[in-house]
């Protein structure tokens, strides 16, 4: 007789992977080639995985009698890999925690397949990147092995659901993307937003119908992600090959609107060696030289692209103002207060970062009434910012000090 299921309501984190045109791709390489494609992406996927697991801790199962041990399926996640597909699933207690992992992983996988041999052979032969895309999304789920799994004799349980349908809606959603082509459903977004400290921004709510269905959900494509981490915390086996090929493509290619989503990482990357000292400041250089080259190609764009990038834009201008900042040579202070206020006249007005850069000079230069109003501003967007809220009491504190609203 065979053992009775046991279920469990549970909330997961989804993410799907599909190589963007696999189709067409095999239809212009035979068999063998396709195959040996098909071959490096998977043991990439694998490799990046498994890695990303282990590194954020997630449980693995201890054993399972009769059959061993299955890395794929553990105590609070799950994945799989069947043709060109990848399938991911996160659900320890802490939802926040799953939605994070889930975009930092998306992130390295879209790295190591740019970076693979067969992107790279068709980058250098005829100038071609296959990207990815990447949906994820977050809701119930039932865990439990079902009835045909304990007649087979597998007593891992699974999770299944309606959220893991809508994750993979999400990710077929991604083709159009414009950017990152890595879409987010509506509760995943909110999830994101609630941390103000990790810097990613998305674009604007879009609805799609689901096929079928008379459910609607919001979706939004990740627009702007600025976080190094994502290369630190690459595998240790893919970590050399994989910056070396993105530094190497991004300093020799020209622009191109389909790398967009690259180039922001790799000024974040490069703020990473900038000191001040004199050995690194090429590295803001680079940052300089890339994110004006961005801003001028960005020019020839149409009104409702621009718009569209528009965050994107921003925090590539703010990304040059803050080479300079770090860069600190002379001058340098004057030009990032210059690009900072370029994004707030002429991209994005609501802009927080530029805000705040502008708050802190403005109050070490004394001008503690130009600070507050930036600070006044930013609570208006953000009331719990404890940034803006130190920056005017500061303000205050020295204004008082000085005698005067102006500080003289």
């Known amino acids: 007789m065979a053992e009775e299921a046991k279920s469990d309501e549970i909330r997961a984190t989804v993410l799907f992977v599909d190589i963007i045109n696999s189709t067409g791709i095999s239809g212009v390489q035979d068999a063998a080639t396709y195959n040996r494609m098909l071959t490096e992406y998977q043991s990439l996927m694998f490799d990046v995985i498994v890695d990303h697991v282990l590194r954020y801790r997630y449980t693995p199962r201890e054993s399972m009698s009769g059959r061993g041990v299955d890395i794929r399926t553990g105590e609070n996640y799950e994945w799989d890999i069947e043709g060109d597909e990848v399938r991911v699933f996160f659900y320890c207690e802490n ?229 300079y900042t770090a860069r600190g040579l002379e001058s340098d202070e004057i030009f990032a207060r210059k690009i900072f206020n370029t994004t707030l006249s002429k991209i994005d007005r609501q802009n927080i970062p530029a805000r705040l850069h502008l708050a802190r000079y403005l109050l070490e230069a004394g001008d503690f009434k130009a600070a507050t109003k930036h600070c006044a501003d930013i609570l208006m967007l953000d009331p719990g910012n404890p940034t803006a809220k130190a920056i005017l009491n500061k303000a205050a504190e020295e204004a008082a000090r000085q005698g005067g609203p102006s500080g003289g």
């Open 95 to 323: 939802t926040d925690y799953d939605v994070r992992s889930a975009l930092q992983l998306a992130l390295k996988m879209k790295l190591v397949w740019l970076t693979s041999d067969f992107n790279h052979a068709a980058f250098e032969d005829k100038g071609l990147v296959f990207d990815v895309g990447i949906g994820i999304h977050t809701g119930k789920v039932i865990r439990e092995t079902k009835d045909w799994r304990l007649r087979s004799r597998d007593t891992i349980p699974r999770i299944d659901g309606f959220a893991i349908n809508i994750g993979k809606k999400v990710e077929g959603f991604s083709r159009a993307g414009q950017i990152y082509k890595l879409f987010l459903s509506g509760n995943v977004r909110s999830i994101l937003e609630q941390h103000k400290n990790f810097a990613i921004k998305f674009s604007s709510d879009r609805q799609q119908k689901l096929k079928d269905s008379a459910i609607t959900i919001a979706i939004f494509e990740v627009v702007s992600f600025l976080d190094h981490e994502v290369f630190v915390f690459l595998p240790e086996a893919l970590k050399k090959r994989t910056i070396d090929r993105v530094l190497e493509l991004v300093q020799t290619a020209h622009l191109r609107r389909d790398l967009f989503w690259l180039y922001l990482l790799v000024m974040r990357f490069w703020l990473m060696d900038v000191t001040g000292k004199d050995e690194s400041r090429d590295a803001a250089d680079r940052i300089i030289r890339l994110g004006s080259a961005i801003m001028n190609f960005a020019l020839q764009f149409s009104k409702p692209e621009q718009n569209y990038l528009r965050d994107y834009l921003s925090s590539v201008n703010n990304m040059v103002a803050l080479a």
